[in-house]
């Protein structure tokens, strides 16, 4: 369960000049929808934000975010993928901030559905993602077909966390949610329906995991669910790279 403290939020890992928040949650918000996870990096003072979220969010975010650092300080906001539960509120953050909006060049002429009318703001990342033009090393990896076809994951170095979108991500039963995994055998069976069915196949999930698998990790944080910490980073791992999805499974999706 999350506790009333964690509801505002949960600073992960913090440094001199570098934090990482987990901005919190609202189980009555969650009521219906997609429950989803809002991040904040705040280095040297300036903001990134990673998948902050739909329009029915907004407020709640905004609030959270509200209380690490003001909003004009914030200098960029970084979506993995397109789906409406991570980036239908991009008109309202663009409204309330000056930041640079990074996200698949495969999703930029489906942003005007958002209600976006001035694109100069927005970059679109090419294929093979690189590192991101910010004051440390933040890098944007290749996630494609896990599930979207133009997804990024995202690694700061600096808190040593991979910012994984929908990988990795669970479903909840109602108020079962929790921050931290710290039982991984009991966590699978909330993550392992929703990887079968959004994730492309098995093929695509080995290439993911080769990319990251070597990379120090303290965190692994999905968009969905709970936060794997080090302890739990390499089991995850292992059994993602052995799972079968998607395309794998056709037989038993299409029976005829």
């Excluded at 009521?31 to 280095?43: A, D, M, S």
Aim: charged residues 20%; proline residues 4%.
């Amino acid at each position: 369960m999350v506790s009333k403290e964690e509801l505002n939020g949960k600073v992960l890992s913090e440094s001199d000049q570098h934090k990482l928040i987990w901005l919190g949650t609202d189980e009555q918000e969650n009521e219906g929808v997609v429950q989803t996870n809002q991040y904040l990096i705040i280095h040297k003072g300036k903001g990134i934000l990673l998948d902050p979220g739909g329009v029915h969010l907004f407020a709640r975010v905004v609030s959270a975010v509200s209380r690490y650092i003001p909003l004009e300080s914030i200098e960029h906001i970084l979506f993995s993928h397109q789906d409406p539960d991570v980036s239908s509120g991009i008109a309202l953050w663009m409204g309330v901030t000056k930041a640079k909006i990074y996200i698949s060049n495969l999703w930029l002429r489906f942003l005007p559905h958002f209600g976006i009318v001035d694109n100069s703001r927005i970059i679109g990342i090419e294929g093979l993602g690189g590192k991101l033009p910010v004051e440390f090393h933040l890098q944007c990896i290749p996630a494609h077909f896990l599930h979207s076809t133009g997804n990024y994951s995202f690694y700061d170095q600096e808190s040593r966390t991979l910012f994984s979108g929908d990988i990795g991500a669970a479903v909840f039963p109602k108020g079962g949610q929790y921050v931290l995994v710290t039982d991984f055998d009991s966590h699978m069976k909330y993550m392992i329906d929703f990887h079968r069915r959004y994730m492309g196949s098995n093929k695509v999930l080995k290439k993911w995991v080769q990319s990251v698998y070597n990379l120090p990790l303290h965190y692994i944080a999905p968009q969905h669910g709970a936060i794997f910490p080090e302890a739990q980073t390499k089991r995850f791992l292992d059994w993602l790279q052995n799972l079968e999805c998607g395309i794998d499974l056709l037989d038993t999706i299409y029976k005829q």
